[in-house]
T-cell receptor, first 112, second 110 residues
């Protein structure tokens, strides 16, 4: 069974801090994704990656960056956290097509 | 552009009653449609996808290209069906991303 692990379940950071959210998958999946989940807005794609060192902007990339140095790890970086980035962040992975995503448990980030 | 709309944020039905969660999409090509579900305190997981034409936990969904819809249905709701449901679309072969709807919270009353 595929396991997608997000390093933190809850995170509280201050405005202006640099924040790292880590995600690791154990099934050699090519594709990895970062979404944020907000009530009434559903899941919105921030960034995705289809190979090591490759990245593509999703629908809401502003204020975020990503890193994929190894196939199993996909990091989301908030360069300077702001209160409007308070949200649930979901990491997911998939193997090729079709895009059946396997999700992590999520990281609930609060920026104060 | 790809877009998925779930018109109902909340849906409440009684146990044993039929359930229909609506999903409409906008896409010019041949889409692949999915339903994902998130039960309380669990991770988001795939429920079903239209290409499989399968029934999972009694749920079915038919892709209607004329109406651009992919509604999720179950004839007799059970209490354990209470969850958050998301409809999602990818742009078919070669697509690199999945676009989600806003989600519908389904509550089954005893």
């Amino acid at each position: 069974d595929v396991k997608v692990t997000q390093s933190s379940r809850y995170l509280v950071k201050r405005t202006g801090e640099k924040v790292f959210l880590e995600c690791v998958q154990d099934m050699d999946h090519e594709n990895m994704f970062w979404y944020r989940q907000d009530p009434g807005l559903g899941l919105r794609l921030i960034y995705f990656s289809y190979d090591v060192k490759m990245k593509e902007k999703g629908d809401i990339p502003e204020g975020y960056s990503v890193s994929r140095e190894k196939k199993e790890r996909f990091s989301l970086i908030l360069e300077s956290a702001s209160t409007n980035q308070t949200s649930m962040y979901l990491c997911a992975s998939s193997l090729g097509q079709p895009l059946s995503l396997h999700f992590g448990n999520g990281t609930r980030l609060t920026v104060t | 552009a790809q877009r998925v709309t779930q018109p109902e944020k909340l849906l409440s039905v009684f146990k044993g009653a039929p359930v229909e969660l609506k999903c409409n999409y906008s896409y010019s090509g041949s889409p692949e449609l999915f339903w994902y579900v998130q039960y309380s305190r669990q991770r988001l997981q795939l429920l079903l996808r239209h290409i499989s034409r399968e029934s999972i936990k009694g749920f079915t969904a038919d892709l209607n290209k004329g109406e651009t819809s992919f509604h999720l249905k179950k004839p007799f709701a059970q209490e354990e069906d209470s969850a958050m449901y998301y409809c999602a679309l990818s742009g078919g072969q070669g697509a690199q991303k999945l676009v989600f709807g806003q989600g519908t919270r389904l509550t089954i009353n005893p």
